[in-house]
């Protein structure tokens, strides 16, 4: 079955630090690649996504991530946290049965200042 | 316009009670998605319309749900008979795929169901 997987629950990290959120797909059809965001009580707000043209992609507010077909990884990262990136991130995955995303169980990312 | 419209934003109900919550997408998207999201939980695709078709429908989706886009606009989703399992937050999303496949959906805040 088709199926994201994101390391860690959680994460936390210092303002400034660098950000690292992991996630794997299965998957023996590279799929399209996309991180979510979402704040307490909202909805999903779209931070990059990746669609078969160039492997690194970079997305809103500084965030980038990166396509690795042999590791079936789409890791995302950011090169120095601030204290609004403390959210809950989602990473999800489409094969193009009519745009349905598959999502992992998402990680909760933690600003200390 | 301002997104992905819906509502309630909050719903308390009895076990055993109908509820239904409506979603209004971006004018002129014809595609429009319904998720359910529990606590700690990446969402759950529950069902999706192209216009006013129902296209799929995940095994998620119970016998005690139901989904209709009447019109090819909003849509409705109702929930019979609620149980406390059914407490969750219900998210829609909506898009229009300019290229397939599609990958431009665009969530609204959700509809966040308690069942006591």
């Known amino acids: 079955a088709q199926s994201v997987t994101q390391l860690g629950s959680h994460v936390s990290v210092s303002e400034g630090a660098l950000v690292l959120l992991r996630c794997n797909y299965s998957?023996?059809?590279?799929?399209?690649l996309f991180w979510y965001v979402q704040y307490p009580n909202q909805g999903l707000q779209l931070l990059l996504k990746?669609?078969?043209?160039?492997?690194l992609v970079k997305g809103i507010n500084g965030f980038e991530a990166e396509f690795k077909k042999s590791e079936t990884s789409f890791h995302l990262t950011k090169p120095s946290a601030h204290m609004s990136d403390a959210a809950e991130y989602f990473c999800?995955?489409?094969?193009?049965?009519?745009?349905?995303?598959?999502f992992g169980q998402g990680t909760e990312l933690s600003v200390k200042p | 316009d301002t997104g992905v419209s819906q509502d309630p934003r909050h719903k308390i109900t009895k076990r055993g009670q109908n509820v239904t919550f409506r979603c209004d997408p971006i004018?002129?998207?014809?595609?429009l998605y319904w998720y359910r999201q529990t606590l700690g939980q990446g969402p759950e695709f529950l069902t999706y319309?192209?216009?006013?078709?129902?296209?799929?429908k995940s095994r998620l989706l119970s016998d005690r749900f139901s989904a209709e886009r009447p019109k090819g606009s909003f849509s409705t989703l109702e929930i019979q008979r609620t149980e406390q399992g059914d407490s969750a937050m219900y998210l829609c999303?909506?898009?229009?795929?300019?290229?397939?496949?599609?990958?431009?959906?665009?969530f609204g805040q959700g509809t966040r169901l308690t069942v006591v």
């Open positions: 999303a909506s898009s229009f795929p300019r290229t397939e496949p599609d990958t431009e959906a665009f």
């Open positions: 998957s023996s059809v590279p799929p399209y």
């Open positions: 990746y669609t078969s043209a160039a492997t």
């Open positions: 999800a995955v489409s094969y193009n049965q009519g745009g349905k995303l598959i």
């Open positions: 004018s002129e998207h014809n595609r």
């Open positions: 319309f192209q216009n006013e078709a129902q296209l799929e």
